[in-house]
């Protein structure tokens, strides 16, 4: 089992570029998860998506960030025009339901710098 | 709604014991612990259930008090390989699919 993968590792984009984080979830997991992580802080969260569906985005910023889960590929997770702000680890985690005593898990993280 | 937990930081001897907490104001279904060192991803330890229970795994384990909507992770007999960020996250249940954690508690384990 391969776990949950994500690509890439770094990401360097310069001020107003677009940010593509991609995750593809553990095998038989239909459940996506999106935390955000400053340095030295918490995991926030951001976006959960089932296939093809978003269940909760509360935690998105509500201009330029989106995010997808389509029917074939991995989950998306899309940053337009980077602002410095933006740079941080995003980390995506998969699950089987939560509320049948199933936990998260993560992803290695895509480290995002702006320059 | 964001645990509240405590301590911010500790720092350890090997061999020592450390106790690390999370209260919620709200109801929860389920507490989920996790572990991350530096640099890495948080790596899963244990979830604990309403019901109130109480889970070991190794020299860690957890408990969950339903009634106070509280949880403390219990670190016994502390190993370098301990150290790491621990983070709790706290499942609400209902509407609310996914996990809300804690700000974190930097566990620093010396020689």
């Known amino acids: 089992n391969a776990g949950v993968m994500q690509n890439p590792r770094h990401l360097v984009r310069r001020r107003g570029q677009e940010a593509r984080l991609r995750c593809s979830p553990m095998k038989g997991h239909s459940h996506v998860y999106w935390y955000r992580q400053l340095p030295e802080e918490g995991l926030k969260f951001m976006v959960y998506l089932q296939k093809e569906n978003i269940i909760d985005e509360s935690g998105m910023p509500k201009e330029r960030f989106s995010a997808e889960f389509p029917k074939e590929g991995p989950s998306i997770l899309r940053i337009q025009q980077v602002v410095r702000g933006d740079s941080a680890a995003y980390f995506c985690?998969?699950?089987?339901?939560?509320?049948?005593?199933?936990?998260?898990?993560f992803g290695s993280g895509t480290r995002l710098t702006v320059v | 709604q964001q645990p509240v937990q405590s301590p911010q930081a500790v720092i350890l001897r090997e061999g020592e014991d450390a106790v690390i907490n999370c209260s919620s104001s709200k109801a929860l279904y389920s507490v989920h612990w996790y572990r991350q060192k530096h640099g890495e991803a948080p790596v899963f330890l244990m979830i604990l259930l309403k019901g109130g229970e109480q889970k070991g795994h190794e020299k860690i384990s957890a408990s969950f008090n339903e009634k106070k909507q509280q949880s403390s992770l219990y670190l016994t007999a502390s190993q370098l390989s301990y150290s790491g960020t621990y983070f709790c996250?706290?499942?609400?249940?209902?509407?609310?699919?996914?996990?809300?954690f804690g700000k974190g508690t930097k566990l620093s384990v010396k020689p």
């Open positions: 985690a998969s699950s089987l339901r939560l509320d049948r005593g199933y936990g998260y898990t």
């Open positions: 996250g706290f499942h609400y249940g209902g509407s609310q699919g996914n996990l809300i």
